[in-house]
């Protein structure tokens, strides 16, 4: 999905022209990888545009920052406003929200200490994720097919699986490159000792005998804010929980399978390595989850968990269905 430009960009704390966001091809993070960032989404609902779990998506940023020994200015609330401020200032949503903290340009060298940190933060119309890749708009509706990656999540204590760094997601690259080139939306990374990780971006469930199973983070799993999200509704729907360790083999006799991630929101899996999932169909746990996760996104339930910031618009209809010149 191509990048649709907006007009500004939250740049250490002030908004600049989206082609004044520039940096030098000597910055650290360009020779060495040297970024966290998120991925957060702002949906559209009646009363005007809101970010969904914006605070959770600013403190896992600077825990991020904090694993790699990057210092960042900003607090949590500053980068929460900031979100805010590129969301109101673009008059741009239903979006992706990508705030991001770097080394910029200062000393050659794998030593990163003495190379400045900056912020920023961008937002731009982003829509279904995996859909795309399905070749279909509602893949929360019809399901994806994937499969096991030759490629091993990153194992402990190498690269920390628990940062959401640049760096980390060249391993991702790989694990999606190997899925598209054989024809499927997606590939399911298992761990180094062959148990089930994740997806290239996505966190990843299965129901087997009405239990809700997850892979614990220590089988180098992402903390996802969406994957949190879930384990909250399941238990308010009383659905058994289980995070524990799973081997690949059990994705194959799995009832339902799906993914969890800002991106992915909550996507089911149609078959993976061309074993059909059940029957094919969406399970009716997926589909109970999806219809409180999206009740929630979308406005047609209440916030119970205070999981949306608001943003204060004077026009409360989206991007896409103002009138030209509005």
Not at 17 to 28: C, F, G, L, R
Not at 95 to 115: K, T
Not at 190 to 196: P, Q, R
Not at 219 to 240: C, F, M, Q, Y
Request: net charge neutral.
């Amino acid at each position: 999905m191509p990048i649709k430009k907006t007009e500004k960009i939250w740049h250490n704390g002030k908004l600049i022209p989206w082609d004044e966001a520039k940096i030098h091809v000597m910055y650290h993070v360009v020779n060495y990888g040297s970024s966290v960032f998120e991925g957060v989404r702002c949906y559209a609902q009646p009363d005007g545009p809101a970010i969904f779990r914006a605070h959770e998506h600013a403190k896992r940023l600077l825990y991020s920052a904090k694993i790699y020994r990057i210092e960042c200015p900003f607090t949590e609330n500053e980068l929460v406003e900031g979100m805010v401020d590129v969301v109101k200032s673009n008059k741009t949503w239903p979006c992706y929200i990508r705030p991001l903290i770097l080394r910029g340009y200062g000393e050659a060298g794998v030593n990163p200490f003495n190379s400045p940190t900056e912020t920023y933060i961008a937002n731009y119309e982003w829509g279904k994720y995996l859909a795309a890749a399905a070749g279909h708009g509602r893949s929360d509706e019809q399901g994806v097919d994937v499969c096991v990656s030759s490629w091993t999540r990153l194992a402990p204590n190498t690269m920390p699986a628990m940062s959401k760094s640049g760096a980390n997601y060249m391993n991702s690259q790989l694990i999606k490159m190997e899925a598209i080139l054989n024809g499927y939306a997606e590939g399911i990374a298992l761990d180094i000792n062959g148990y089930v990780s994740e997806g290239s971006g996505e966190n990843l469930f299965l129901v087997r005998h009405g239990k809700l199973i997850t892979p614990p983070l220590g089988n180098s799993v992402l903390p996802g804010i969406t994957r949190d999200s879930v384990l909250h509704l399941a238990s308010e729907l009383k659905i058994p929980i289980s995070e524990t360790i799973v081997p690949r083999e059990m994705l194959y006799v799995a009832d339902e399978v799906f993914f969890t991630g800002t991106a992915a929101e909550i996507t089911a899996i149609r078959s993976v390595d061309k074993i059909t999932v059940a029957n094919g169909e969406i399970g009716p746990i997926t589909k109970a989850l999806q219809k409180e996760f999206f009740g929630i996104v979308r406005g047609t339930s209440p916030d119970r968990h205070g999981w949306l910031t608001k943003v204060p618009v004077e026009n409360k209809q989206p991007a896409s269905k103002q009138p030209v010149g509005v």
